[in-house]
């Protein structure tokens, strides 16, 4: 059984950075799909990039192109979610999710995902 982990959340001012980790034990994450989602309160879990653990193939949404970048540490079974640039929209519980899947295409709905973190609070306020 996969289980994950998140950490790195927390306060940042606009412009700052963050990076999160997401830690996966219980199997190696080669023939995953690993995901990061965010959510406000009283909005929908919404998928903000993803990566294929068997070659590193990455997807980002438009909102996060050009600052965050998605990355795995295969000797560690962790990926990574740096984010630069913050704005104060990136505000929300971020979350990381995974299934068994060897394929090319990228999964951005949380139905698609089997896993899943406890999420990680990362607020950016001045």
């Known amino acids: 059984q996969l289980q994950l982990v998140e950490s790195g959340g927390g306060v940042v001012q606009p412009g700052g950075s963050l990076r999160l980790s997401c830690a996966a034990s219980?199997?190696?994450?080669?023939?995953?799909?690993i995901g990061w989602f965010r959510q406000v309160p009283g909005k929908e879990r919404v998928a903000v990039a993803c990566i294929h653990g068997s070659d590193g193939g990455t997807y980002y949404v438009d909102s996060v192109k050009g600052r965050f970048t998605i990355s795995r540490d295969t000797a560690k079974n962790t990926v990574i979610l740096q984010m630069n640039s913050l704005k104060p929209e990136d505000t929300a519980v971020y979350y990381c999710?995974?299934?068994?899947?060897?394929?090319?295409?990228?999964?951005?709905?949380?139905?698609?995902?089997?896993?899943w973190g406890q999420g990680t609070q990362v607020t950016v306020s001045s």
């Open positions: 999710a995974a299934s068994y899947y060897s394929g090319t295409y990228y999964f951005t709905e949380v139905s698609e995902y089997d896993y």
């Open positions: 219980g199997d190696t994450l080669d023939s995953y799909i």
